[in-house]
């Protein structure tokens, strides 16, 4: 029984401005060919199919294409993560019954597929714990505590009453959308923090063969209990600098004998990332050579601005994406810090406090912030 596994496809996700439909649709085409010739049974799709709940047309008919495609010669099991729209992405499943199965609702995530004789695939869908905290509840239970360790462990306690109630001894796959504690985040992914934790300590999967995990960009195994293999595809494509050393892939993913063993299957790379600095001489010169076909984020570091930077730059570099002056004689001045998606919202708030008002907030006032926080990303996800 061979499985393939991929996730975080992010399907109408942009670079810098650049649209990256056309190479996540080769990224796409080359998944069909590899379960083609590699004769996979099923590809476990892990979450964040679309970039945002709302997703492009041309997003979403690449996704109704590639799952036609697919499903000639495979099963596809496909779960939501937090970028997606649960509800929207999940639509029409119960019409996709035997190659297409999405697994989008926690009311079937104890439900597994069946692929072949004796290999169970389970589907959790990205665990908001405000949103599910109610529906994982069980007839005269206690409501899980507020996070992604409780929920999670909620889920998996399904799991496994499932498998424990089943005749025969099953392999048994789980896909999940979080960021399990030891896995190593980039840049690129939203920050998901619940109560000011994100995270899910790898133990809470005990007790199932394979867990095909989705959410962090980088590809990597995660340490977790005797028994069980973690592990993260990773992203198809880099979505930020900081994923430009990835090796992006998808997991081959053998069950056949007593052991799971992994392959990495490396995806096709539309465009290298790089980051390019030095004097603009140095750079229109041979320094800069080997960089003109990459996406580059380009720093320029004469002592002062350079005429007409742009322009010159991007006649050198033609792909580049960020082109900033920074002077080498600055270096030792502390600079303002690049904000991304994988700072904590709440941080950032509070620094910004700090910045205002020269103290630091109080605990009041960081729980106002936390607050206001989460109702807007809880009022994004319901959009």
């Known amino acids: 029984m061979r499985l393939l596994h991929t996730s975080d496809w992010h399907l109408g996700r942009t670079l810098h401005g650049v649209d990256l439909l056309d190479h996540q649709a080769a990224y ?56 997606d729209s649960a509800t929207r992405l999940g639509f029409g499943s119960a019409l996709m019954r035997e190659r297409v199965r999405l697994r989008t609702r926690v009311a079937t995530l104890a439900e597994p597929v069946v692929l072949g004789d004796d290999v169970l695939v389970y589907g959790i869908p ?16 206690d409501v899980p505590v507020r996070s992604h360790e409780a929920v999670t462990a909620a889920a998996m306690s399904r799991v496994r009453a499932d498998l424990a109630a089943r005749p025969q001894p099953y392999r048994s796959v789980v896909a999940a959308h979080a ?11 939203r920050d998901i ?5 994100d995270n899910v300590p790898a133990g ?19 340490t977790g209990p005797a028994g069980t293999t973690l592990r993260y ?13 990835h090796a992006k892939s998808s997991v081959l993913v053998d069950l056949s004998g007593s052991q799971v063993r992994t392959e990495l299957v490396a995806a096709p790379v539309p465009r290298r990332l790089a980051d390019v600095t030095g ?29 007409e930077l742009y322009r010159r730059v991007r006649d050198r570099f033609p792909h580049a994406l960020v082109v900033q002056h920074r002077a080498e004689s600055t ?16 941080a950032v708030g509070a620094e910004f406090v700090r910045h205002v008002t020269g103290a630091d907030p109080t605990a009041d006032e960081l729980a106002v912030l936390r607050a206001a926080y989460e109702f807007a990303a809880a009022a994004e996800r319901s959009a």
């Open 28 to 83: 796409l085409a080359h998944l069909v060919d590899v379960v083609r010739t590699e004769r996979v049974d099923g590809v476990v799709v892990a979450g964040d199919v679309y970039d945002r709940a709302i997703p492009p047309v041309e997003a979403v008919t690449l996704l109704s294409d590639t799952l036609a495609q697919l499903a000639e010669h495979t099963t596809v099991v496909l779960t939501s993560g937090n970028h």
């Open 126 to 141: 990205y665990l908001d714990p405000d949103s599910v905290r109610h529906a994982l509840t069980d007839e005269g239970g």
């Open 179 to 189: 960021f399990v504690v030891g896995g190593e985040a980039s840049e690129s992914e």
């Open 193 to 197: 923090r619940v109560g000011g934790v």
């Open 204 to 222: 809470v999967f005990e007790g199932v063969d394979y867990v095909a995990l989705g959410h962090l960009h980088g590809p990597q195994r995660v």
């Open 233 to 245: 595809s990773g992203s198809p494509l880099a979505y930020s600098f900081s994923e430009q050393h």
């Open 279 to 307: 004097t603009l001489d140095e750079l229109l010169g041979e320094a800069g050579e080997g960089y003109v076909d990459a996406w580059a984020r380009v720093t320029v570091t004469d002592a002062h601005r350079p005429a």
């Open 331 to 346: 270096s030792a001045v502390a600079r303002s810090v690049a904000i991304t998606a994988a700072h904590d919202p709440v």
